[in-house]
């Protein structure tokens, strides 16, 4: 699929690494093997997958003449540090709108992203308790600022619009590519799933090149039926945008919602060991709220069996480390 003809910014230089976990591998049992793919290594302050979705998001927000990007997301949002960090890249003011998901946890001393907000000068941050509608809170930030002659773009969370979710679909695309160049076909692909932008447009890039590589979602904030209609959904507008004709299988979309509980954000045990047995058996950090909860949801489903032996499964690293040092106690226990 031609990706070359919507405008972006060049933030993702070079393919990040597929690598081999053989020790994760054969703390497993041994019978599959389980690669990663290393997204948590892409540039912008402490990496990520926000990159890949900004490089269009800002790209577009630059060629509508904004000078301010708005953004929003949770009190420990990856998503609000690297919006805030290529801004700063970009010689942009940023202005974040963080929704307390969970009540009374916004903290302006707290550690992780928060501390890294304000020392990469966030212009300002404003707190709204969950569930306010986010699009509307942004859109208060944006008339004030327009009152005051700034050229403001609102840019949704996670990135996960039709333009940010081509950063995904390039993703897929490196994969196809690196596949090839490492002779290794992937059985299985497993990829967490929040506000959807990464998962949908990783299986339009599946789905639009043909790969016939299944793909599981580990959803990290919503029940499995919810996930899958709001991922299909933005897949289907990505496979439009990208002029395909392509109508998305619905059964292509596959998420399973049994591994975020107690809620988006709140430590489970699975995650606990999961975040613990990748840094003990391959030093690869995890973080607590997505990437941890994804890869435990991975290691539960090998662990029932539910791959062949032999099968050669990828995991995308979305990132998100800078997280864990907020939730130093719930590590030390
Ligand atoms: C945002 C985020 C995700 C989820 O990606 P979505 O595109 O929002 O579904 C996964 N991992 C990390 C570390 C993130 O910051």
């Known amino acids: ?42 540039p912008g302050c402490s990496g990520g997958n926000k990159t890949r979705k900004l490089d269009f998001c800002i790209a577009d927000a630059l060629a509508k003449g904004a000078d301010t ?66 699009l509307d809170e942004m859109e208060k930030v944006a008339e004030k600022l327009r009152a005051e002659g700034k050229k403001p773009y609102i840019i949704p969370g996670g990135a996960s619009n039709e333009i940010g979710a081509l950063g995904y679909v390039g993703c897929a695309q490196e994969i196809m590519q690196q596949m090839f160049d490492m002779g290794i076909n992937f059985d299985h692909v497993f990829v967490p799933s929040g506000s959807a932008g990464t998962h949908a447009g990783m299986i339009a890039g599946f789905v639009g090149n043909n ?67 990748l840094a003990q058996t391959e030093a690869i950090l995890l973080d607590p709220v997505y990437s941890g909860k994804a890869f435990a949801g991975m290691i539960d489903l090998i662990r029932k069996g539910n791959f062949a032996e032999g099968s050669n499964i990828l995991f995308l690293h979305t990132g998100g480390s800078p997280a864990l040092y907020a939730y130093m106690p719930t590590f030390r226990q």
Not at 1 to 9: C, G, H, I, S
Not at 17 to 38: D, H, M, Q, T, W
Not at 104 to 112: D, L, P, R
Not at 247 to 264: A, H, Q, R, S, T
């Open 1 to 42: 699929m031609n990706l070359a003809q919507f405008p972006r910014r060049g933030y993702v230089k070079t393919p990040t690494p597929i690598e081999f976990l053989p020790n994760f591998s054969k703390a497993l049992g041994g019978k599959v093997n389980v690669y990663i793919k290393r997204d948590d290594l892409l």
């Open 69 to 134: 990007i708005i953004t929003c997301g949770a009190v420990q949002s990856n998503h609000c540090r690297l919006t805030l960090s290529w801004a700063v890249h970009e010689g942009l003011d940023c202005h974040l709108v963080l929704e307390e998901r969970v009540p009374g946890s916004y903290n302006a001393e707290a550690s992780g992203n928060n501390f890294l907000f304000q020392l990469l000068g966030v212009k300002s941050i404003t707190v709204v308790p969950g569930g306010s509608p986010m």
């Open 211 to 277: 790969m016939n590589i299944p793909m599981s979602g580990i959803d990290v904030s919503r029940p499995g039926d919810v996930q899958q209609e709001i991922v299909y959904n933005l897949a289907q507008k990505v496979l439009n945008k990208l002029g395909t004709g392509i109508e998305m299988p619905k059964d292509k979309v596959v998420c399973y919602g049994d591994y975020y509980l107690p809620g988006y954000s709140r430590p489970n045990d699975a995650m606990i060991e999961a975040v613990k047995l």
